[in-house]
Nanobody, 121 residues
Framework: QVQLVESGGGLVQPGGSLRLSCVAS????????MSWYRQAPGKERELVAV????????NYADSVKGRFTISRDNANNTVYLQMNSLKPEDTAVYYC??????????????WGQGTQVTVSS
């Protein structure tokens, strides 16, 4: 079965850094675009970063551009989110995401359990 397991969250002071990891299994990791989302209390889940299968292209939400970096290690089925210059507004549960299925009708969205990131003095 498809499984996404996030780790690396925690408490950090403003200006600090964290590196999130997502270990994937149950699908051909190297053929799929991977994404990070986050959801803060009372807010909609938002897309944070996207990386293409080979890692050749990335995209970021404007709010994190220049501070966060998404990367992947296809040999280890892992996608990372390096978060620098963290702000209190970055506080959220961060989720790893993948959409699977060659047909648009058959495609399904999979999520990890999430990892909590709290940025506070």
């Amino acid at each position: 079965q498809v499984q996404l397991v996030e780790s690396g969250g925690g408490l950090v002071q403003p200006g600090g850094s964290l590196r999130l990891s997502c270990v994937a299994s149950g699908f051909t990791f190297s053929r799929n675009t991977m994404s990070w989302y986050r959801q803060a209390p009372g807010k909609e889940r938002e897309l944070v970063a996207v990386i293409t299968p080979s890692g050749g292209s990335t995209n970021y939400a404007d709010s994190v551009k220049g501070r966060f970096t998404i990367s992947r290690d296809n040999a280890n089925n892992t996608v990372y989110l390096q978060m620098n210059s963290l702000k209190p507004e970055d506080t959220a549960v961060y989720y790893c995401n993948v959409d699977l299925g060659k047909s648009s009708i058959a495609r399904r969205t999979y999520w990890g359990q999430g990892t909590q990131v709290t940025v506070s003095s």
